[in-house]
């Protein structure tokens, strides 16, 4: 844990959340600011500030703990649709540096629009970043 992480402090209850789920390595807790009804984050007890630090082992557990609570909040809150949501570096939305994963149900005109606006490039350009990224 690091003192001075407010998500530390949340995800080991030093500051009172409203917890949805609690485990050795995890608090899920509801947003203090949810996108739609029943938007929550997985938080990790231990400090990892973004998916370049999380241990592979553990960014493996939120994935596997993601599809079950989405699972059960999709049903129990009758959500039509589900975002999971990661956030790394401020160009990309990250503003708390402690690794969470947004769990965000979604419902028919919820007024929300977590989308991005598609670019078009050239088979070119797609065929440079391929060998970029298999070499």
């Known amino acids: 844990m690091k003192d001075d ?13 409203n917890s949805i789920y609690e485990d050795d390595d995890f608090n899920v807790i509801l947003d ?3 996108a739609t009804k029943g938007h929550a984050l997985i938080l990790p007890k231990e400090h990892y ?12 557990k939120v ?5 079950k609570l989405a699972t059960e909040m999709t ?7 589900f975002n999971l949501v990661q ?19 979604r419902y028919e005109n919820d007024g929300q629009n977590l989308l991005w606006k598609p670019t078009s490039p050239t088979q070119e350009e797609l ?8 070499k």
């Not at 160009?91 to 708390?96: D, E, H, K, L």
């Open 5 to 17: 992480c407010i998500f530390c402090k949340l995800a080991n209850g030093i500051i009172p959340t």
């Open 32 to 34: 203090a600011g949810p």
């Open 63 to 67: 994935m596997i703990l993601a599809k």
């Open 127 to 134: 065929a440079e970043i391929k060998d970029i990224l298999t």
């Open 87 to 105: 956030n790394n570096n401020p160009c990309a939305g990250q503003t708390v540096f402690h690794f969470h994963f947004h769990l965000i149900p």
């Open 49 to 60: 500030a973004n998916i370049y630090e999380i241990p592979s082992e553990t960014a493996g």
């Open 75 to 81: 049903e129990k809150l009758s959500a039509d649709g």
